[in-house]
């Protein structure tokens, strides 16, 4: 999904998959605590699975989707969330 796609409909999305889910016991509060959570996680994961890259081996594709990868969607959703900073 593109940047500003999730920006205008990220609040719409969640509340709906939060409803769909259909538990009375877990608030939208802990729905979204686990979603910036679960962003934190994915965020470690393609940094760390990065860092094992050699880039002096890679085809130049691999290295515009490293670069993009970094500065992509994921890390535009971790800067919105502020998960850049303590939370």
């Known amino acids: 999904m593109q940047v500003d796609a999730r920006r205008e409909h ?3 999305l969640l509340r709906g998959y939060h409803d769909a889910l259909g538990r009375r016991d877990y608030s939208f509060d802990e729905f979204q605590r686990d979603v910036r959570r679960a ?3 994915l965020y470690g994961a393609l940094v760390n699975g990065i860092a094992h890259i ?3 081996s890679c085809h130049p594709r691999q290295t515009e989707w490293i670069d ?3 500065g992509g969607p994921v890390f535009a959703a971790v800067q ?3 998960l850049d900073r303590d939370s």
């Open 10 to 12: 990220e609040d719409e």
């Open 39 to 41: 962003l934190q996680v």
């Open 54 to 56: 050699d880039p002096k």
């Open 68 to 70: 993009s990868a970094l």
């Open 80 to 82: 919105d969330h502020a």
